[in-house]
């Protein structure tokens, strides 16, 4: 936690606390550390004990729904026979219309408690449409913020190269040229070798400069036959635009690639969010066919739905175990994300320590690993330009047809210093501190927000479709057969004076009679 005051802008929120505090036990039940390392072994047995309580939760599940239908298959045989002689009793003073005694009680209760459980399962439903849609946005800021510093890594590498190819051209073109041409001259001849020799200090000072990006192509600076002319300050295209090479493996790159990584993320996030998307709409048409089963009092689509409920049951509170163990995870690493970065091969290799603090960190008291380096080619630049324009005024008149090779190595000059400043611009640690602040926020405010709605629309849809598999078997079983329906209908028909009581009720309810 200690690391995290150094990160400006950023600090864990209460919910990444709360979850990082959670106690970890391994498959022995032995207590372990909360410290994010996603490789180690005993780290995943601390995600797989966590994930096991759903599990746990599933069965306790079944054993519920389990003793429902062992009471209605078993108990109401006996309660048959007393049905039958309450019904004999109560068929004086009924119409033939509905249930009454014990029975309609019965088929009331159990109504009303699958449609509570349908309400909750709703309110759930509507809680995982938000809570995937902050989880979406999190994964979208930080994919965007990656974007963003793949973007400016690759303007580096870009500028770079552009520099080198630059300065390689002056010193196989026009810098040997005046060189041949000041062979007479010996003052004009050193400042010629003093351009070169400064120049190619510097090709070697940038050239030293890197962030875990890919190797400058080596084959830059064999095209000589480029006039100088040809070479302009770089404009690299924006991340919307510019296309993010794909590794053919999906495993990850060495050195770490933001692009491949946003590449990545923004696939597997497409997958979840429709996933996520097709089990909310799985249990919101489940419930609403269940409130249709139970108004039209369709014993075949209550089936139908008790089938699927099964389904929506085990897929519950097997997302609650995937959305449990992300969620611990996301917390510790969200509580101390440096020590991960800086501790994790994949963003190390290649890279010193001391470059990925300063971007991570971006403290006014550091300096910058790259400012000793920048300091001198910045001098050695000042320099050329000093003994270029030392022979402009000296050497022009004496030497009229260096002209042109003195004016294509002071426009490679100058687009050379335009670029050096750009770079030195960029490799500021402000910008990429920035996109890493933007990333944390993302991933860890609204990804980790998402996430617990996600978890708690998991429990609650667990929760309701266990109370509507207990509900719907007495529901359907209680509505009147088919048989049934059609005795009371006879029985109706062939009663004249229940017929006639009706007709003389309803006429005496006509408002116009």
């Not at 599990?55 to 079944?62: D, H, Q, R």
């Not at 897929?315 to 994790?344: H, I, K, Q, R, Y």
């Amino acid at each position: 936690m200690a690391a995290m005051t150094t990160v400006p802008s950023y600090s864990p929120s209460l919910w990444v606390r709360m979850c990082h505090a959670l106690p970890r036990l391994d498959l022995t039940m032995q207590m372990r550390d909360n410290i994010f390392v996603p490789d180690s072994w005993e780290y995943q047995q601390t995600l797989l004990v966590l994930s096991s309580l759903s599990a746990i939760a599933l069965v306790l599940s079944l054993l519920v729904v389990l003793s429902f239908l062992i009471h209605y298959c078993c108990c109401h045989r006996g309660d048959r026979s007393e049905g039958s002689e309450e019904e004999e009793e109560d068929e004086d003073g009924s119409t033939g219309h509905g249930y009454s005694g014990k029975k309609g009680r019965g088929i009331c209760c159990v109504t009303w408690v699958a449609v509570a459980s349908v309400t909750l399962c709703c309110v759930a439903i509507g809680i995982g449409f938000y809570g995937n849609s902050e989880a979406n946005d999190g994964m979208y800021q930080l994919t965007s913020s990656l974007l963003t510093a793949n973007y400016t890594l690759a303007s580096i590498d870009l500028l770079i190269s552009d520099t080198i190819t630059g300065l390689q051209l002056s010193v196989s073109g026009p810098l040997t040229t005046m060189e041949e041409l000041f062979t007479g001259s010996k003052p004009f001849l050193v400042s010629s070798r003093n351009c070169r020799r400064l120049s190619e200090n510097v090709i070697n000072l940038l050239s030293s400069i890197s962030l875990a990006r890919s190797s400058i192509d080596a084959g830059l600076g064999n095209d000589s036959g480029v006039s100088g002319a040809s070479i302009i300050p770089l404009t690299p295209v924006p991340p919307s635009v510019a296309p993010t090479v794909v590794p053919n493996s999906g495993l990850m790159p060495s050195p770490f690639s933001p692009g491949w990584a946003a590449n990545t993320l923004m696939v597997n996030e497409d997958y979840r969010w429709l996933s996520y998307v097709l089990l909310l709409l799985l249990d919101l048409i489940v419930c609403l066919f269940i409130l249709l089963g139970l108004a039209k009092q369709a014993r075949w689509l209550l089936i139908l739905m008790t089938v699927l409920a099964w389904l929506a049951l085990f897929l519950s509170w097997g997302s609650l175990g995937l959305e449990t163990a992300t969620v611990v995870a996301l917390s510790d690493f969200c509580s101390d994300p440096n020590t991960f970065v800086l501790n994790s091969t994949h963003f190390n290799t290649g890279t010193s320590s001391d470059v990925l603090d300063y971007y991570l960190t971006c403290s006014r008291r550091m300096n910058s690993p790259f400012q000793q380096l920048l300091t001198q080619s910045q001098r050695a630049l000042s320099n050329i330009h000093t003994h270029l324009s030392s022979l402009d005024r000296n050497a022009l008149p004496q030497f009229p047809k260096a002209e042109k090779s003195l004016r294509d190595v002071q426009q490679i000059l100058n687009s050379t210093e335009g670029n050096f400043h750009q770079l030195v611009a960029l490799l500021n640690c402000r910008g990429l501190n920035k996109d890493y602040i933007d990333s944390l926020k993302g991933l860890c405010y609204d990804g980790m927000e998402g996430l617990l709605y996600l978890s708690l629309y998991s429990f609650l849809s667990a929760l309701a479709f266990t109370a509507i598999l207990c509900s719907l078997p007495g529901a359907w079983r209680s509505f009147p057969s088919e048989s049934e329906e059609y005795e009371d209908s006879d029985s109706e028909s062939e009663d004249p004076f229940t017929s006639h009581q009706d007709s003389k009720r309803f006429l005496q309810w006509q408002p116009w009679l």
